[in-house]
């Protein structure tokens, strides 16, 4: 089985680390390699003000983007 993770991030730091510390992360600290494949999809850049605030609409909108029915 296949984990697929699609991150949501601030800034363009985090989109160019992300996928590489959760990789690390999962492999190494939480042997995850050994139990099932992990696929981090490209991050979805958003304003800190749509992470930080509760129903904030972007925040919605973004979690739409990243998994599409």
């Given at each position: 089985m296949t984990l697929f993770v699609a991150p949501i991030v601030e800034g363009a730091t985090e989109e160019h680390c992300f996928k590489i510390?959760?990789?690390?992360?999962?492999?190494?600290?939480?042997?995850?390699?050994?139990?099932?494949?992990?696929?981090?999809?490209?991050?979805?850049?958003?304003?800190?003000?749509?992470?930080?605030?509760?129903?904030?609409?972007?925040?919605?909108q973004k979690v739409e983007q990243s998994f599409p029915l």
């Open positions: 510390i959760l990789s690390r992360i999962w492999r190494e600290l939480l042997a995850g390699g050994e139990r099932e494949e992990l696929c981090v999809l490209e991050p979805n850049p958003a304003n800190r003000s749509s992470l930080v605030k509760n129903d904030h609409p972007e925040m919605v």
